[in-house]
C-alpha cells in the first residue's frame, strides 16, 4: 500500500517501512530528537512486540531525498469493562524539520490508522509533546487523563539547581553540607511513613515479603488474574507484557530494567520495576511501572520502600515517576514521600473502530497508568 501525494513543488508518497529504510529512519529520529537512537532498541519497540505479527507497525513518508516522516506503534492488550482489546501504543512519531505544516505526518497516520484498524486494532493511546501542536486534532486524539511529575531527593545535590550544579564549584560544595540534615530529615520521616504503611495489618495477616527477579514467568499471569479485573481500563500486565516491556527490553549498561516482586507467602502481591538513568547531573532512580490490587496500601508500600531503598544503595540521587493527579497511585507516592514538581503531560486516545470510540469517554476517566505504559523513560 502506497499513496502518492503532493508538498508543494516536492513529490512525496506514503508507505510501510520496509526492512532497508531502518537505517533512514534512525538517522531521522537522531535529526529530530537530537540523540542517536539504536537499532536494538527500536527493533525492539516499532517491530517485535507481542501482536505485531501480520501488522505493519511503523509507516513513513518518503520524497526523492529519502525519508521524511514516520509513524510508529508498540502493539498491546487494552482492558476496558472487563473486555480486552488489541490495541497499541503510538511512538516515534516525527517528522523532518524542513517538511513540518505540510500535512505530512497527518496523511501518514491516517494511512497508519486505517492499516492497523483493518489489522485487528482498536484504539492508540500516546502521550503528545508540545510539539505535536495541532496533530492532535487532525489525527483524532480525544484527551485522556493528565500525568504529573513526582519526585524525592535521596541526597543533597538533588537540591541543588536540579542536581545540575558542578561538585567543584565551593558555593556549591557549602551548599550540600547546608543541605544535608534536611534531606538526611526528610528521608528518615519518609522512610518511616513508608515502612508503617507497609505495616498495616490485611485481612490475610501474612506480612509481605519483596523479592527481586529476572524473568516474568506464570506468577505474573497469577497476578494479573488475581488483580487486573480490579484495575479498570489499563494494559494487560501478564507475564508476556512484563517480559517483553521489561525483562526482556534492551537496555545500555547499568540502565536495564529492575523488576521486584511482592509476595505474601507464595501468593504474588504486586510487582515494581524501577530503571536507573545517568546524566551530567548524577544518577536518577526512575519507578517505571508497578501493579497491586487496588486496595492493597502494603504491598505498594513494601515495593516501593524496597525500591527507594535499591535505588539509593546504586548511588541515585533523587527517585522519578509520575502518575495521574489525585489517583490512589499518585496518593501512594506522595505518601512515600515524592513531591509534584512542575510538568506534565496529557496522555491521549485515538479511537479506530466504532466500538472503541463510544468508549472512549469511559477510558479518558477510569485509566491506570504509569510511566512504563510509554516510552518516555
Known amino acids: 500500500m502506497a499513496a502518492a501525494l503532493e508538498a508543494g513543488p516536492t513529490a512525496w508518497r506514503v508507505r510501510p517501512l520496509s526492512e532497508d529504510d531502518i537505517p533512514a529512519a534512525l538517522q531521522l529520529a537522531q535529526?529530530?530528537?537530537?540523540r542517536p537512537a539504536r537499532e536494538a532498541w527500536y527493533r525492539w519497540k516499532v517491530l517485535?512486540?507481542?501482536?505485531?505479527?501480520?501488522?505493519?507497525t511503523a509507516w513513513v513518508a518518503e520524497d526523492a531525498n529519502g525519508l521524511i516522516a514516520h509513524y510508529a506503534a508498540t502493539p498491546l492488550r487494552l482492558q476496558l469493562n472487563g473486555r480486552v482489546y488489541a490495541a497499541a501504543h503510538g511512538c516515534d512519531i516525527m517528522t523532518?524539520?524542513?517538511?513540518?505544516?505540510?500535512?505530512?505526518?497527518?496523511?501518514?497516520?491516517?494511512?497508519?490508522?486505517?492499516?492497523?484498524a483493518n489489522a485487528g486494532l482498536h484504539c492508540i493511546i500516546g502521550l503528545p509533546t508540545a510539539s505535536w501542536g495541532g496533530l492532535r486534532e487532525r489525527?483524532?486524539?480525544?484527551?485522556?487523563?493528565?500525568?504529573?511529575?513526582?519526585?524525592?531527593p535521596l541526597r543533597p545535590d538533588a537540591l541543588l539547581h536540579g542536581g545540575a550544579a558542578r561538585a567543584d564549584n565551593p558555593a556549591t560544595r557549602a551548599a550540600r553540607l547546608l543541605a544535608t540534615p534536611p534531606v538526611a530529615a526528610w528521608n528518615r520521616f519518609?522512610?518511616?511513613?513508608?515502612?508503617?504503611?507497609?505495616?498495616?495489618?490485611?485481612?490475610?495477616?501474612?506480612?509481605v515479603r519483596v523479592e527481586a527477579?529476572?524473568?516474568?514467568?506464570?506468577?505474573?499471569?497469577?497476578?494479573?488474574?488475581?488483580?487486573?479485573?480490579?484495575?479498570?481500563?489499563?494494559?494487560?500486565?501478564?507475564?508476556?507484557?512484563?517480559?517483553?516491556?521489561?525483562?526482556?527490553?534492551?537496555?545500555?549498561?547499568?540502565?536495564?530494567?529492575?523488576?521486584?516482586?511482592?509476595?505474601?507467602?507464595?501468593?504474588?502481591?504486586?510487582?515494581?520495576?524501577?530503571r536507573l538513568l545517568g546524566s551530567p547531573a548524577g544518577t536518577s532512580g526512575w519507578i517505571i511501572d508497578i501493579l497491586t490490587a487496588p486496595g492493597d496500601q502494603p504491598a505498594r508500600a513494601s515495593l516501593v520502600r524496597a525500591a527507594v531503598a535499591a535505588m539509593r544503595s546504586a548511588g541515585a540521587r533523587d527517585v522519578r515517576t509520575f502518575a495521574v493527579a489525585d489517583s490512589m497511585l499518585e496518593r501512594s507516592f506522595r505518601g512515600a514521600g515524592l513531591v509534584r514538581r512542575r510538568g506534565t503531560y496529557d496522555a491521549c486516545f485515538i479511537p479506530l473502530t466504532a466500538e472503541?470510540?463510544?468508549e472512549a469517554h469511559d477510558c479518558r476517566n477510569r485509566?491506570?497508568?504509569?510511566?512504563?505504559?510509554?516510552?518516555?523513560?
Request: aromatic content about 10%; some cysteine.
Open 31 to 34: 535529526d529530530v530528537y537530537g
Open 213 to 274: 527477579v529476572t524473568h516474568a514467568d506464570t506468577v505474573f499471569d497469577e497476578l494479573w488474574d488475581r488483580v487486573g479485573l480490579a484495575q479498570g481500563v489499563a494494559i494487560v500486565r501478564d507475564a508476556a507484557w512484563v517480559g517483553y516491556r521489561f525483562a526482556d527490553a534492551p537496555a545500555e549498561p547499568g540502565a536495564e530494567h529492575h523488576i521486584l516482586l511482592a509476595l505474601r507467602g507464595s501468593v504474588p502481591a504486586g510487582y515494581l520495576v524501577y
Open 139 to 152: 489525527i483524532g486524539c480525544q484527551p485522556g487523563p493528565r500525568l504529573g511529575w513526582l519526585w524525592r
Open 96 to 116: 523532518a524539520p524542513a517538511y513540518r505544516r505540510r500535512g505530512v505526518l497527518s496523511t501518514v497516520a491516517a494511512a497508519a490508522h486505517e492499516h492497523w
Open 367 to 377: 485509566i491506570y497508568v504509569t510511566a512504563g505504559d510509554f516510552d518516555v523513560v
Open 356 to 358: 472503541l470510540a463510544s
Open 48 to 56: 517485535s512486540a507481542p501482536g505485531s505479527e501480520g501488522i505493519r
Open 190 to 207: 519518609w522512610d518511616g511513613a513508608i515502612d508503617r504503611a507497609a505495616a498495616r495489618p490485611r485481612d490475610t495477616g501474612r506480612k
